[in-house]
């Protein structure tokens, strides 16, 4: 029974040391075990079976039939189970028994017939019966055959009464129970009669109580070299405190009691405290109460902690209804407990408080109540303390958790797991007692900077369930590291063994790694199956479904991708081999020049088509009227205008189609006017001598805005921005945005260049002839 056998938890072994550095258990190993199969089970239970079935294979030796409607066990339904060891009838209907039914079930070891209406048997011996459970039944006086003292390997007995008699267990008196259950849910009080049971040798006594009346049994029993003493329901208030107390004194008589439990207690803040009170100078070293009810009001009850035997107290679920009282008054009488063990768990209390004067604590458990981070800050009485489990609260600082135990000198372990820790602080560094071996981290919301706030000696560190994408690889060394799990996190790469020179167990499973896996699986083969335990049986893939179960050796991931090398190789050679053409075709092919005329083209086409016709068609004399410079005729007459004109395109140019007696610049604005687009031929020469003359027109009409679809600038020669004279903002800005045509020097790009000027014509424009003439 677990709850005779507590051993304090902190001395469990806290983890195997493999022999081996920087071994990763990835993928968990299954290990089946094969268990003997000597047993013939068969279960029957919750068929709503009136009767046990006939058809049941004579080599049963376990039968489980509870939770049935049965009403009724016949020789003839067992008979045959000669084999039979185990026979479970619980949750029946059966009224009546006669053992004589088992005679010839020779092994029957294991009888339930707990929750049934029994309230009469018929005696009969059943030597081999180590387990009976008569519990929960309607029997008046305690079901005690002079026969059940033949069963001398009788361990468990369960029993019910309503009313019990001092000697009504001397048939049993000489055997060596283990375990004696007794139900007294139905026991019914006889006015202030106080009955007397003696019952001799049992290791544990449990008594249960009826569930929902206040506890008023006068009884008084008395058991020699009780171990395990455990009450279930009980129902108390400052009334009837006594009637427990009272009955407690007989139990507790003994100098071997040593555990101590309480089931469901529904008490007064006032009787619980009484309890420890009397309880305190008793040897029982364990005290458990699970299943706490706290009613009426929580007032200061003094408590005199005189010396006592007490190691442990362990409280589990507690309710708390009583809302409007001191916390302090409910948590002094906790914090100045002179015992080893406080173990307060699942209970809405919200702090506990440090001890007033040196503690004699070594292990305090507070698991799933709701503290906070103030919990024992500045705190310097727990000297002692070697164990500190505040798992499932509500603490959120990592920092303030390692300040907490800074006066905490012998804290070895620490679980602060399935809490709200973060660390977000940059400058601060973390103080942590030095002691700390193990610190479980678990299940909380800590990221990379949680290496900057350990322990430095810490020798067990969990980190599973966290949110770690990366060990940083500037940390503090963590020496002494021995076993450090960082499962279920978000880690891309395994870390680096450099920080943790001692480290022998890695735990890394449900993270992405994918490349050291590959590592993994290559560099095996080579280690010894020593080292890593059973491989390659036990490494199977967990993750992703599709490969749920292959072997881990099995396993192939492609080169790419998982080698981040080999990704980041591939993806510069390959940006390599694009810088180099792109240059190439740059330098060598003039890429951005045919880049910049082929967009004009586009342009220019486009522009084409959405032009609406009637709008071009005002008084067009021309398609297209040059301005160049003196310098540049040649060019212009015998490249531009021929080419020009090969494709029908009508040019005025001035000194041909200059209309005597205008003065030039009204020749050239009447050209422009009369013309579709105007053709500037840029170069030096022209921007130095010709471009004031436009200045002036398109300061005055600004009939060519910048970019306008009417202009064509053909870039003859290069020409610098400097060489711009400043007051030409208009050219400038025109150059600026580079929406001219470059005149290629090689012959090869000509072809492009032309098509460019072209396009710029590619219309169907109806002119008019000097006489009005329509030219198509
Ligand atoms: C840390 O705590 C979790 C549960 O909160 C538990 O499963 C785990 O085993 C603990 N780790 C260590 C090293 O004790």
New binding site residues.
């Given amino acids: 029974d677990s709850h005779c056998n507590i051993m304090p938890k902190d001395k469990e072994p806290?983890?195997k040391n493999f022999n081996f550095v920087c071994v990763m258990a990835l993928i968990v190993g299954i290990k089946i075990q094969f268990s003997e199969e000597s047993e013939f089970t068969v279960d029957r239970s919750k068929r709503g079976l009136t009767q046990v079935p006939k058809d049941l294979p004579p080599k049963t030796t376990v039968l489980d039939m509870s939770q049935n409607h049965i009403s009724e066990l016949q020789f003839s339904d067992i008979n045959f189970l000669s084999g039979l060891e185990v026979l479970i009838l619980s949750h029946n209907r059966i009224q009546q028994l006669n053992f004589s039914v088992f005679r010839f079930n020779q092994d029957l070891e294991y009888l339930d017939l707990s929750y049934n209406q029994l309230w009469t048997i018929s005696c009969h011996p059943v030597v081999s019966l180590k387990h009976l459970d008569l519990s929960f039944n309607n029997f008046d006086t305690l079901p005690i055959c002079k026969e059940f003292g033949n069963s001398i390997q009788l361990d468990f007995l369960g029993l019910s009464a309503t009313k019990l008699q001092q000697l009504d267990l001397l048939p049993i008196a000489h055997l060596h129970l283990s375990y004696i259950l007794l139900d007294l849910n139905g026991y019914a009080v006889k006015g202030n009669e106080i009955e007397s049971l003696r019952i001799l040798n049992t290791k544990k006594l449990h008594l249960v109580f009826h569930p929902n009346s206040l506890f008023s049994v006068q009884l008084n029993i008395s058991v020699n070299k009780l171990e395990c003493l455990e009450l279930t329901n009980l129902k108390l208030n400052d009334e009837n405190c006594e009637v427990l107390i009272n009955v407690l004194s007989e139990l507790t008589r003994g100098p071997s009691l040593l555990n101590f439990t309480l089931n469901h207690v529904e008490t007064t803040w006032k009787c619980l405290v009484t309890i420890f009170q009397f309880l305190w100078p008793k040897p029982v070293e364990y005290l458990n109460i699970y299943n706490l009810t706290i009613i009426e009001n929580i007032r200061k009850e003094y408590f005199t902690y005189s010396k006592t035997a007490l190691k442990s107290l362990k409280i589990e679920h507690i309710t708390n209804r009583v809302f409007l009282f001191s916390q302090n008054v409910l948590y002094t009488v906790f914090s100045e407990m002179n015992i080893l063990m406080l173990t307060i768990s699942d209970t809405p209390f919200i702090h506990m408080l440090c001890p007033q004067k040196p503690s004699t604590f070594k292990f305090l458990n507070f698991t799933h109540n709701v503290f906070t981070d103030s919990i024992f800050e500045n705190c310097s009485t727990l000297d002692r303390l070697e164990t500190l489990i505040l798992?499932?609260n509500g603490l959120k600082d990592l920092f303030k958790v390692g300040l907490m135990t800074k006066d905490m000198p012998s804290l070895e372990?620490l679980?602060v797991?399935?809490n709200s820790l973060e660390f977000n602080r940059r400058e601060e560094n973390c103080t942590w007692v030095e002691s700390i071996v193990?610190l479980?981290l678990?299940?909380n919301i800590l990221s990379d900077s949680v290496f900057r706030c350990v322990p430095p000696r810490v020798t067990?560190?969990?980190l599973?369930n966290n949110r770690i994408k990366n060990i940083p690889k500037q940390i503090t060394k963590l020496e002494a590291l021995k076993?450090l799990?960082i499962a279920f996190n978000y880690l891309t790469d395994l870390p680096g063994c450099g920080t943790f020179t001692s480290l022998s167990a890695l735990i890394i499973d449900h993270n992405s790694i994918s490349r050291e896996l590959r590592e993994f699986i290559k560099n095996i083969g080579q280690i010894s199956s020593e080292v890593v335990e059973d491989w390659p049986g036990s490494y199977k893939c967990a993750y992703p479904e599709s490969y749920k179960g292959t072997q881990l050796q099995n396993f192939h991931m492609s080169q790419l991708s998982c080698n981040t090398t080999l990704l980041v190789v591939t993806i510069g050679v390959t940006m390599l081999v694009l810088v180099v053409t792109v240059t190439f075709l740059c330098m060598y092919m003039d890429l951005p020049w045919y880049l910049r005329m082929v967009c004009q083209w586009t342009q220019t086409q486009h522009r084409a088509r959405n032009t609406p016709l009637e709008e071009l068609q005002r008084n067009l004399q021309f398609h297209a009227f040059i301005s160049y410079s003196e310098h540049d005729s040649a060019w212009v007459k015998n490249e531009l205008v021929p080419c020009l004109e090969k494709e029908d395109i009508r040019i005025c140019l001035h000194e041909r189609n200059f209309v005597p007696g205008k003065s030039i610049i009204e020749n050239i604005i009447n050209c422009i006017e009369k013309s579709y687009k105007s053709i500037f031929v840029l170069s030096p020469n022209f921007v130095q001598s010709e471009w004031c003359h436009y200045e002036l027109y398109f300061a005055h009409h600004k009939l060519f805005h910048e970019g306008s679809d009417n202009l064509i600038l053909i870039l003859l020669e290069p020409i610098s921005q400097n060489s711009i004279p400043s007051k030409y903002h208009k050219l400038k800005a025109l150059m600026a945005k580079r929406t001219y045509l470059e005149w290629p020097t090689e012959k090869s790009k000509r072809g492009l260049f032309w098509a460019n000027i072209r396009a710029a014509f590619n219309i169907k424009l109806a002119l008019v002839t000097e006489n009005n003439d329509v030219n198509t």
């Fill in positions: 806290i983890f798992q499932k372990i679980d797991s399935w193990v479980n678990s299940s067990v560190l969990d599973h076993e799990n």
